[in-house]
């Protein structure tokens, strides 16, 4: 059985930063396609950023684009979400999830999700 388990989430005033963490186990992270998706208060769930199974290609929304970076480090099993320059639109529930296709990884299309992390972006 594959988890996934987030951190890193939090308060934080406008122009901050925020590092998420995601830590797959059950089976070796480098097996998928590993992705952030954010759900914001009464709002569906929307796609922010991905990265293919060797972290040699990364992929993001433009909403966060230039402001977030998606890294993972396949030895320690381990996915990042490093944000930076943070608005209050960014606040959200932030959930890592793993998959299949690259750069297609959609909600619809993820084998595995964890719990989330809260993220709450201060004006």
């Known amino acids: 059985q594959v988890q996934l388990v987030e951190s890193g989430g939090g308060l934080v005033q406008a122009g901050g930063s925020l590092r998420l963490s995601c830590v797959v186990s059950g089976r070796t992270a480098s097996s998928y396609v590993m992705g952030w998706f954010r759900q914001a208060p009464g709002k569906e769930r929307e796609f922010a950023s991905s990265i293919n199974w060797n972290g040699g290609s990364t992929y993001y929304t433009d909403s966060v684009k230039g402001r977030f970076t998606i890294s993972r480090d396949n030895a320690k099993n381990t996915v990042y979400l490093q944000m930076n320059s943070l608005k209050p639109e960014d606040t959200a529930v932030y959930y890592c999830?793993?998959?299949?296709?690259?750069?297609?990884?959609?909600?619809?299309?993820?084998?595995?999700w964890g719990q989330g992390t809260q993220v709450t972006v201060s004006s």
């Open positions: 999830a793993a998959g299949r296709y690259y750069p297609g990884l959609r909600i619809s299309n993820c084998d595995y």
